[in-house]
């Protein structure tokens, strides 16, 4: 017999990022429909070198968030993805092959689960 559970919990707010890298701005972060065509208006992008990318959140979270970034590509060897900071207003990663250098992936998909207020779950 299933029983209903009752919470004062509220949800979690999920954001979702795909960075097209070949067209996203180096230099200055920017809203940028070309370098994120999906997830623009909640976030500006920065390309600060080869397989190197900062998401900064337009509505940062009450804490630190869970990422989770995946490269797509045609190169079978880019397969290590590292999240070099996060904080609550922003994200950076580094996306490595298997070698360890740095390299553009032809797509970056990037998940981003947090919360909005601070006595969320911990």
Same mark, same amino acid.
């Given at each position: 017999?299933?029983?209903?559970?009752?919470?004062?919990?509220?949800?979690?707010?999920?954001? =979702?990022?795909?960075?097209?890298? %070949? /067209? #996203?701005?180096?230099?200055?972060? &920017?809203?940028?429909? *070309?370098?994120?065509?999906?997830?623009?208006?909640?976030?500006?992008?920065?390309?600060?070198?080869?397989?190197?990318?900062?998401?900064?959140?337009?509505?940062?979270?009450?804490?630190?968030?869970?990422?989770?970034? =995946?490269?797509?590509?045609?190169? %079978? /060897? #880019?397969?290590?993805?590292?999240? &070099?900071?996060?904080? *609550?207003?922003?994200?950076?990663?580094?996306?490595?092959?298997?070698?360890?250098?740095?390299?553009?992936?032809?797509?970056?998909?990037?998940?981003?689960?947090?919360?909005?207020?601070?006595?969320?779950?911990?």
């Amino acid at each position: 017999m299933r029983k209903q559970v009752e919470s004062s919990q509220r949800k979690a707010r999920t954001e =979702t990022f795909r960075l097209v890298s %070949a /067209s #996203v701005p180096s230099g200055t972060a &920017a809203e940028s429909a *070309a370098g994120c065509p999906e997830g623009y208006l909640r976030c500006t992008v920065l390309k600060n070198g080869t397989g190197d990318f900062t998401i900064n959140f337009i509505e940062p979270f009450q804490r630190i968030p869970n990422v989770i970034a =995946t490269p797509v590509s045609s190169a %079978a /060897s #880019v397969k290590a993805v590292l999240h &070099a900071s996060t904080s *609550a207003s922003l994200v950076r990663v580094l996306v490595r092959n298997d070698s360890g250098t740095l390299t553009d992936p032809t797509e970056l998909h990037v998940t981003v689960l947090g919360y909005d207020t601070a006595d969320q779950v911990r």
